[in-house]
């Protein structure tokens, strides 16, 4: 494979998109919301930053790698987690990861008092170039700090307060698959939140949620290039900011436990692209200051019947306003002549030339969403089957809606689509869940367990589903569609009618006392069922092995190992022909296996020391679903890091 070098100077088509997106979940507590999760839902293979550990993943987390996946079933955390987790006052971790050759450092304060609790921490990740299987070193690196500082208290039994604040720099983020960097991100968070339970007849309790997310990100072709084109310097500038909160109450309605829930949220996003090697000017107006309002009513309720049967219904209202305040802008570019004006189309102008669209492009959306789940529980409620069935409707997002990066060259252009409608998820789900009477959580076997490779030290879950998918908002080219105007390979937003299906099994079983292993195997298939052709970046079948052996380290720690195996299978559904499709999978997945080997010590729940070996076999292989930390309207694949080692040591005093 010679895919290692990032794109030459040629290839850089300026389109330009780098997106944000979530930035930390939306809330701590549990309301009907969550049941149904219309907030959390995003655009079909959205790119953005890595996501932000949360306070208790500090210490644990593993650096962020877009080049090699392996969190569908990570390697054990071992040993090291007695003392990541140790009910200690100061912790403090360093290790060398060579999945991006990532040296890190972090520290985590905890200090308490009669009903509070103050927890601080800090981290810092530095990664470089690495190789991959055949030695070639693959550009790549960036260096991020994050700051988090978490209060609770807790001010009368049922009540709790929260605050959380953080601060998450990413900088340097190099993009060998991509036309830009991204030399800067910043994120600022601060949630608020406070729940209290109550011992009333109907009124059993009720949550507030606030939450405030700032984020800048600053690409460009040429910081971190040594190869940039001086006379075609181009950056990016977008802003961010997210306000949202909800209340919610929890209700005891003649046997049903029920939560009934209001939202509502602000979101501002901004972005311009600049071209820097003429004075900073304007070129495109990427995202016209767009302001969306949103409103929700979401309303659950859940109860146990005779038998082992439980029922748990929601509905959910969501109203979206979006503005465009800025679709009248044009770019300020004035050389070289001839290109002057296609750089200069407004967003408006764009919005009608490739679907007709006119006005002041306002949008309003009055979105319905339900979930039903019937569940029943047999053998002492250690087995139980489900049946899941919702309506999900997510309303299209900026980017989707009103993205308008311009070129001469049509088919380096990005619009988007204002006249899209709301997609209506429809899925059907069935599985089932056992776990064991002996199960106790992974590496726990239970002192009554009858002996080993019983059944009762397993827990095993299967589970189908099929989601069809009405108005699917699908990333396209224009080829003169329905409901597109153009046919010049420009990249454009459509509804189509799209079909999900998949598998996803899990099984953990503790095998002795010292003894465990455990498999996850997903498989996933889509369908774009208005052009009868495979969707993009669909993850092809994987499956992930483990197995551990935990023991005594005589009288002062314990000790473990482990080994992990990952299979992927090829992918042949893909869309790689720009002439007829998208194109934005480069070629078809070729499938690989992987090995890694770990293990570690630890001393009094006091120190300990993680080592292993990634990727042992030194397999060549490259991820299907790939460079992730940016949005691209073609996934060029990059070589996985070849064999390398990790080391981690952690202290708490």
Not at 223 to 238: Q, S, W, Y
Not at 305 to 324: C, M, S, T, W
């Amino acid at each position: 494979m010679s895919n290692h070098v990032r794109l030459k100077k040629h290839q850089m088509m300026l389109i330009i998109g780098i997106s944000i997106f979530g930035v930390i979940g939306h809330s701590d507590n549990a309301t009907a919301a969550d049941f149904i999760e219309t907030q959390s839902m995003m655009r079909h293979a959205a790119g953005g930053p890595p996501a932000v550990p949360s306070p208790l993943e500090l210490l644990l987390a593993k650096p962020a790698m877009q080049f090699r996946h392996d969190d569908q079933l990570p390697m054990t955390t071992g040993v090291e987690g007695d003392v990541a987790k140790a009910n200690r006052m100061v912790k403090v971790m360093g290790g060398y990861n060579g999945d991006g050759s990532v040296k890190t450092g972090a520290a985590q304060a905890r200090l308490m008092a009669p009903g509070i609790v103050v927890l601080a921490g800090m981290r810092y990740d530095q990664a470089d170039d690495y190789d991959d299987a055949d030695g070639n070193e693959v550009k790549f690196g960036y260096k991020r700090d994050t700051e988090q500082l978490v209060i609770q208290w807790m001010p009368n039994a049922g009540g709790k307060l929260k605050l959380v604040g953080i601060r998450d720099v990413i900088q340097d983020d190099i993009q060998p698959h991509h036309a830009m960097d991204v030399p800067t991100t910043t994120r600022y968070v601060g949630k608020a939140s406070f729940e209290q339970a109550l011992e009333g007849d109907v009124l059993k309790g009720f949550g507030l949620n606030f939450a405030s997310k700032n984020v800048e990100r600053e690409p460009d072709n040429y910081t971190n290039r040594d190869d940039g084109n001086p006379g075609n310097n181009m950056r990016a500038l977008t802003k961010r900011h997210i306000l949202e909160g909800d209340a919610n109450a929890k209700l005891n309605l003649g046997g049903w436990a029920t939560t009934a829930a209001v939202s509502g949220g602000w979101d501002n996003h901004d972005a311009r692209r600049y071209q820097d090697s003429q004075g900073g000017i304007i070129n495109a107006i990427k995202l016209p200051d767009i302001t969306r309002t949103m409103f929700g009513l979401s309303l659950d309720s859940k109860r146990n019947f005779e038998n082992g049967f439980k029922l748990q219904a929601g509905v959910r209202y969501d109203y979206i306003h979006a503005d465009p305040e800025a679709v009248n802008e044009t770019g300020q570019v004035v050389n070289p002549p001839p290109a002057a004006p296609a750089f200069n189309m407004s967003p408006a102008a764009l919005y009608g030339q490739y679907y007709g669209a006119s006005g002041d492009f306002k949008r309003d959306d009055h979105n319905i969403s339900a979930r039903l789940r019937v569940s029943k529980a047999a053998m002492d409620n250690r087995f139980s089957v489900f049946a899941d069935l919702s309506r999900k409707v997510r309303s299209p997002d900026n980017i989707e809606a009103y993205h308008a990066v311009t070129n001469p060259t049509a088919s380096a252009r990005w619009i988007g689509n204002p006249n899209l409608d709301p997609e209506a998820h429809h899925k059907a789900e069935l599985g089932f869940i056992w776990t064991g009477a002996n199960y106790k959580g992974y590496g726990q076997l239970s002192p009554n367990a009858e002996g080993p490779f019983d059944a009762d030290n397993m827990k095993v879950s299967l589970s189908g589903y099929v989601d069809a998918v009405d108005n699917f908002i699908a990333f396209d080219r224009a080829h003169g569609q329905t409901g597109i105007l153009q046919n010049d390979n420009a990249l454009i937003y459509r509804n189509i009618d799209a079909l999900f299906a998949g598998v996803n099994f899990e099984a953990r079983w503790n095998l002795t006392n010292n003894w465990s292993t455990a498999v996850k195997a997903a498989y996933l298939w889509g369908n774009n069922e208005s052009d009868n052709r495979a969707l993009y970046q669909i993850a092809p079948l994987e499956a992930n092995f483990l197995i551990d052996y935990r023991d005594m380290l005589g009288s002062v720690g314990t000790w473990n190992i482990g080994a992990k195996l990952r299979v992927v299978a090829d992918q042949s559904r893909v869309d790689t022909n720009v002439t007829t499709g998208l194109g934005m999978d480069q070629s078809e997945g070729k499938g690989f296996a992987t090995i890694d080997a770990y293990g570690g010590i630890q001393i009094g729940n006091r120190w300990s020391v993680t080592a292993g070996v990634n990727n042992l076999l030194n397999a060549d292989y490259q991820e299907h679903i790939t460079g992730t930390h940016v949005a691209a309207a073609t996934k060029t694949k990059i070589n996985a890091p070849g064999r390398n080692f990790f080391l981690r040591s952690q202290l708490n005093f």
